[in-house]
Structures are given as structure tokens and as C-alpha cells.
């Protein structure tokens, strides 16, 4: 069984940074794609960035220039460094991988169980 387990979130000020962290336990061979999604109240889920397994990255038009994704595969672990943070950045913050079990390799899509991130103006 493989979890995702998401922290650093909680509540800073507009303008103010944030680094998430989401660390990859459990029978793993390697890890695909590894994303950042969020979710606020009311609105559906979007993704804000993700980052491949050579580190090539994707952002969201909203958190571009702002927002840094990064992994460190030898902990199977990703970030996400926040700055400039806007009160519109207010959401429940989801990592989600692709993870490769191995006997026999099969792909699973996993997701964290997610971390609040708010931000007040």
C-alpha cells in the first residue's frame, strides 16, 4: 500500500510564503508524475503545477512566477514553495503521483488527503 502524506500548510498573509511538502511511503518502485492540485470552497479541482521524473515542471497561469514545484526522488518527496501569496490562493492544497509498485509493476494514481492553506488579506 502506498500513501501520500501532505503538510506545511496553514494561514499566513497576503504576500507571505508557504512550502508544502508530500512524501511517498509504502512498497514503492518509482514515482511518475508527481502534481499539486487544489480545491477551494465551492469550486472544482485545478491543477497548479506538476514536475516529471527529470524535473521538467508545468504551471498553472495563476501561480506562474509565484509558485515553485520541486522533488527530491532519493526521498520521493515534492514541494511546493509558495510566495506572494494571494487570498485567491485560499484552498485545500492535494498532491497526487504516479507510483509504480513492483511483484508485478503495476501504475497506481495516489492521492494525498490533502492540507488547508489560507491565506488573509
Known amino acids: 500500500q502506498v500513501q501520500l502524506v501532505e503538510s506545511g500548510g496553514g494561514l499566513a498573509q497576503a504576500g507571505g510564503s508557504l512550502r508544502l511538502s508530500c512524501a511517498a511511503s509504502?512498497?514503492?518502485?518509482?514515482?511518475?508524475?508527481m502534481c499539486w492540485y487544489r480545491q477551494a470552497p465551492g469550486k472544482q479541482r485545478q491543477l497548479v503545477a506538476s514536475i516529471t521524473t527529470d524535473g521538467s515542471t508545468n504551471y498553472a497561469d495563476s501561480v506562474k512566477d509565484r509558485f515553485t514545484i520541486s522533488r527530491d526522488n532519493a526521498k520521493n518527496t515534492v514541494y511546493l514553495q509558495m510566495n506572494s501569496l494571494k487570498p485567491e490562493d485560499t484552498a485545500a492544497y492535494y498532491c497526487n503521483a504516479g507510483v509504480v509498485i513492483p511483484g508485478p509493476y503495476r501504475i497506481f494514481e495516489v492521492w494525498g488527503q490533502g492540507t488547508l492553506v489560507t491565506v488573509s488579506s
Open positions: 509504502g512498497s514503492i518502485f518509482s514515482i511518475n508524475d
